[in-house]
């Protein structure tokens, strides 16, 4: 098991083009760890909150009995990707990549590699 620091710090090291990564409470907005740099992590992981709820009202309304594996907004320089932990409800993992530096596919497996070793 890995603690917060350590997976958040895990994110940033071992994915390429990871600039920075939060583990982030989706009731308050508030960071419980963070690292690297690049994104202000404390405006992201507030507005970031606001994202996750959105989705999950329009779920809701949608009557869709179903999980977020993740969501992943696209920009034209970076890649952001909000996943929310499915072990600990109301925590997500918030990764910033810089799109011409990674790979969008191997960063998403390690991220969930991370969340299931990650210990809360």
Known sequence: MASISQSVEEIVSSI???????LVDSSSGMMLGQAGFGV???????GNTEVVRAKLKTMRALGLNDVIEDILITLGKH???I????KHEGLFLYV?????KSNLALARRKIADVEAVLSV
Request: with cysteine; proline share 4%; net charge negative.
């Open 40 to 46: 202000d992590l404390e405006i992201a992981a507030a």
């Open 16 to 22: 390429d083009g990871a600039m920075c990564s939060a």
């Open 83 to 86: 996943r929310p932990l499915l």
């Open 96 to 100: 910033v990549l810089d799109k011409q």
């Open 79 to 81: 890649y952001h990707i």
